[in-house]
């Protein structure tokens, strides 16, 4: 199964023409086999004619264009068309003349451009072919003409079928692949955001209250470390959002866990936000990275909007779902020193609502409430 499949790949790889050059053989060899000649296609009711040298270049006429069917599709129509005609004339109805069939279907599925003008000169052909049959003594009749054209309209239609799948189906993988793109460029932007605003904003409120302190050696020293370790874990965190870039060359994205919320929550003391926080039950992975991005989330918003105000996170692990709260008391982003962007919100409400959750975040009553809903399985 693995050779043939090796065969079949390797049969791909070549040009097209060569992988139509048995289409060819057969349309050739065709007409050498005793019981196949003078079995083909007979229009104009012409009496039969022993094959000769001519009949030879006829059938090469019919047959070999073949070859070039997809890249040179109205070019192989034509040629093929031209040795039908005399193949019916000459009266040699060799099996070849079923090439006519392939190379109508061929071009109504791989021309691009004149496809009109090349459906109104191949009728125009087949009058003119009609016409000379009977000059030259054919007895076929109208209905026999009309029912040959049929036939050939019918192979030009299924070519234009195949066209028009062909290109439904790569519109719609185009679709489907700038839908991904978009998805990818959304995930890493959002991804992006929770890693570095987070840090940033604590260094920046770090690094201003280290201005205040240069008075007092040991709390500079104690300000100047808490900015660093929060530099060493944007580090962090921006190395395994590289993993999620190139997956090949780490070891892979690192999912936070519900407990590094605790880590989170000191960094966030570190940095002058008196925080609060309460946890109850047994934390559920599957929705751990959520909930630690929505405490991150709204930590963040605290430290850049409400800074040295109190803030609470309580956060219970249920059977059913984790459920995730975040109050703080002051006002509602956009109303201090930050400029309030909207995309952390709005990304965490996308996030939540991927598991089937739910997510508010508003004021309520001069404090702002972060409040989460996260399934412990996803619904639909």
């Known amino acids: 199964m693995t050779d043939l499949r090796r065969a079949l790949d390797a049969w791909r790889g070549f040009d097209v023409t060569v992988r139509d050059l048995p289409l060819v053989l057969v349309f050739a060899l065709a007409p050498l086999v005793p019981s196949l000649q003078h079995q083909g296609t007979q229009l104009g009711g012409l009496p039969d004619r022993p094959l ?112 028009q799948t062909r290109a439904a189906e790569a519109e719609q993988r185009r679709h489907l692949a700038d839908a991904t793109r978009t998805a990818e460029r959304t995930r890493i932007a959002r991804e992006l955001h929770d890693v570095v605003t987070h840090h940033v904003t604590a260094m920046v409120v770090q690094a201003e209250a280290a201005r205040y302190r240069i008075s007092d050696p040991a709390a500079l020293d104690g300000t100047l470390a808490a900015v660093a370790d929060t530099g060493r874990r944007a580090v962090a965190d921006l190395r395994d959002l590289l993993d999620v870039l190139d997956p090949g060359h780490g070891p892979g994205p690192r999912t936070p866990a519900v407990a590094a919320v605790r880590d989170l929550v000191e960094q966030t003391r570190q940095a002058g936000q008196p925080v609060t926080y309460v946890e109850e039950g047994d934390p559920t992975p599957a929705v751990a990275g959520t909930a630690y991005r929505v405490v991150q989330e709204a930590l963040t918003n605290a430290l850049k909007h409400a800074h040295g105000s109190p803030t609470t996170v309580h956060v219970h692990h249920g059977t059913a779902e984790t459920t995730v709260r975040v109050v703080t008391e002051g006002p509602e982003p956009g109303s201090g020193s930050f400029v309030s962007g909207g995309r952390g919100i709005a990304g965490l409400r996308e996030r939540v609502g991927l598991l089937g959750g739910q997510l508010r975040a508003g004021p309520d009553g001069g404090r702002f409430v972060v409040d989460a809903r996260i399934p412990a399985e996803r619904t639909s």
């Open 52 to 163: 000769d040298a001519l009949a030879v270049a006829v059938v090469a006429l019919q047959c070999l264009p073949l070859a070039v069917r997809r890249r040179w599709p109205a070019l192989c129509l034509a040629l093929v068309s031209t040795g039908f005609a005399v193949d019916q004339l000459r009266g040699y109805h060799t099996v070849a003349g079923a090439a006519l069939i392939v190379a109508l279907l061929s071009t109504a599925a791989h021309l691009e451009r004149g496809r009109r003008t090349t459906v109104v000169v191949a009728c125009v052909a087949y009058a003119g072919l009609a016409v000379a049959l009977e000059r030259g003594g054919g007895s076929e009749g109208a209905a026999g003409y009309v029912t040959f054209f049929l036939v050939l309209a019918l192979a030009w239609g299924a070519g234009a079928w195949l066209r």
